[in-house]
């Protein structure tokens, strides 16, 4: 059976809410980001010491979002776009959120969400809130010509980008001047799937 090493409240949630999505059956081997990913026993499945991971058979995969486009291309649930362009633009919008999203995002959760009060940094979150500006807001003009990312449908291409973006909420940030962004986020963290992945 498939096995996904992680905690749901991690980048693990990503990997979870694919798997709730497809419907598949799964095992959630539960791993906390201190210790239990440090051991020498993950670290032969994960050598970088770090959730999620995923083991499917005789095939082990890390990075939450390889993992994803990897179970969307195995698991038959419609969220591997068939045409090449719209499977690039799921590579895309997937590659677009760890790289011009991620790092931003995580800084503006932590400092001034997630940290208690006296740990926060209020430069470093109104640095990444300003670097968040300009990609936030070349997703909502792609949003504006579609509801979809990549293709006519709910994909990967969507999931991918959407679970990182999950973060905005978790920092509460004020989404309002972009709502296309605004109603596709909230539109596709909506989904059962993704409700089912937050509560294992
Ligand atoms: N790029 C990796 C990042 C994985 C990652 O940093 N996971 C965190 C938990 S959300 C972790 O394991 N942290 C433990 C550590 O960095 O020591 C992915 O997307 O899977």
Redesign the pocket.
């Known amino acids: 059976m498939i096995k996904l090493y992680?905690v749901s409240a991690?980048?693990?949630f990503?990997c979870l809410w694919m798997l709730e999505e497809l419907g598949v059956e799964y095992e959630l081997q539960p791993t906390n980001?201190?210790d239990e990913?440090?051991t020498p026993e993950y670290k032969d499945l994960n050598p970088?010491?770090?959730?999620?991971t995923l083991v499917d058979g005789d095939t082990v995969i890390?990075?939450?979002?390889a993992?994803n486009l990897y179970l969307a291309a195995k698991y038959d649930g419609g969220l591997l776009p068939t045409s090449p362009g719209a499977l690039g633009q799921a590579y895309q919008w997937s590659f677009w959120g760890?790289t011009e999203v991620e790092g931003p995002l995580q800084d503006l959760m932590f400092h001034r969400a997630v940290f208690p009060e006296g740990q926060r940094d209020h430069k470093v979150a109104d640095t990444a809130w300003k670097a968040l500006q300009t990609p936030l807001g070349i997703l909502d003009d792609r949003l504006h010509g579609g509801k979809f990312l990549a293709g006519e449908s709910f994909s990967v291409g969507d999931l991918n980008p959407a679970s990182v973006l999950s973060w905005l909420n978790l920092a509460n940030a004020d989404l309002s001047n972009w709502p296309h962004l605004s109603k596709w986020l909230e539109t596709s963290l909506g989904r059962p799937a993704a409700g089912r992945a937050r509560k294992r």
Not at 48 to 52: A, E, F, L, V, Y
Not at 62 to 65: A, G, N, V
């Open positions: 992680g991690s980048r693990a990503r980001f201190s990913c440090k970088n010491g770090r959730i999620p890390w990075e939450s979002m993992i760890m």
